[in-house]
């Protein structure tokens, strides 16, 4: 069971991008290097459960912005067909076998990782991580 003041720094590392001695500050620890470097060690696997449940919540908004993308007339065709690619993967809708690669156009990016999660956005701006294809059971119920 994590103590006010664990969770404190927790909530506060996740929501400023991992900043721990800024996040140690926050939730009352002393905040130097050490300190900041203990507590994130000590709570790793709470850090990165934490981490995984924020990711998780923007998965509309990464669904969202593919969708703006491949409907997106002024989109170069391949990051069009990229996007739609993405999300009839995703979906299960789409068969298909890839490396992991990485493509640049327009200061804009879009890779598989060794996960499998694809991430794409804009050199300098943001960055969105949608979780890999499902891959469902053929007995299972729709």
Request: no cysteine; proline share 3%.
């Amino acid at each position: 069971m994590l103590s006010e003041q664990q969770a404190a720094f927790i909530e506060a590392f996740v929501d400023n991008g991992g900043n721990a001695i800024k996040a140690a500050k926050a939730a009352g620890y002393a905040a130097d290097r050490s300190n900041a470097s203990k507590l994130v060690r000590r709570l790793s696997a709470e850090i990165n459960s934490q981490l995984q449940r924020k990711m998780a919540s923007k998965t509309s908004m990464a669904l969202s912005v593919l969708e703006l993308i491949m409907s997106d007339p002024t989109a170069a065709p391949r990051d069009r067909l990229r996007a739609a690619a993405e999300i009839l993967d995703r979906a299960g809708g789409l068969s298909r076998h890839s490396t992991s690669h990485v493509q640049v156009a327009d200061k804009g990016f879009s890779y598989t990782d060794s996960d499998g999660n694809l991430r794409m956005g804009i050199v300098g701006k943001s960055e969105f991580v949608l979780p890999p294809k499902q891959v469902l059971n053929e007995d299972e119920d729709d």
